[in-house]
């Protein structure tokens, strides 16, 4: 078991952060490369236990909504299926792995600001968690960068 890691400061109020990413359904208004989702079931973007089914760069991913608290500004998603390493990355891929996310969002009282951790961690076969956890340290920063795009765009 592994787990990747990625914190930083949005420069955009909590509420406003927390409105775009409470609702699990949300991603493709904030994830670049997300281009539908969809839950299943009928159940809403903030139902514990929701399933979404959503496009990530072509490859179609489903996840449980695990947790849930406006509260405390967090959510933390899992993987349903093993999730496969993009066979593109390396010649000798890893086995897919188990995951599971969480974000949480906490208030920056100097500019108003957003403290975003964000982090996942996978369980992987024993000899492969290097390669997972290197590919998800490269992308939560890109997720977190895309989410502050989307930000200044509504805002703008």
């Not at 399933?51 to 406006?70: E, K, M, P, T």
């Not at 975003?116 to 590919?135: K, N, Q």
């Not at 340290?137 to 200044?152: C, E, H, K, V, Y």
Request: include cysteine.
């Amino acid at each position: 078991m592994t787990q990747a890691y990625y914190s930083t400061v949005l420069d955009h109020p909590l509420d406003t952060v927390w409105s775009l990413i409470r609702d699990f359904n949300n991603y493709p208004a904030y994830i670049d490369g997300v281009s539908e989702s969809m839950i299943e079931d009928d159940k809403g973007g903030d139902e514990v236990g929701a399933v979404r089914r959503f496009c990530y760069l072509g490859n179609w991913i489903r996840q449980r909504l695990a947790d849930h608290s406006d509260a405390q500004h967090m959510l933390t998603y899992a993987g349903i299926e093993p999730l496969p390493f993009p066979p593109h990355l390396l010649p000798d891929a890893p086995a897919p792995a188990s995951y599971e996310g969480t974000m949480h969002l906490l208030p920056v009282v100097e500019g108003n600001r957003t403290f975003i951790e964000w982090s996942v961690r996978l369980d992987t076969t024993p000899g492969d968690a290097d390669r997972w956890h290197a590919l998800f340290q490269s992308w939560i920063p890109d997720w977190t960068n895309s989410l502050g795009r989307a930000l200044a765009q509504r805002e703008g």
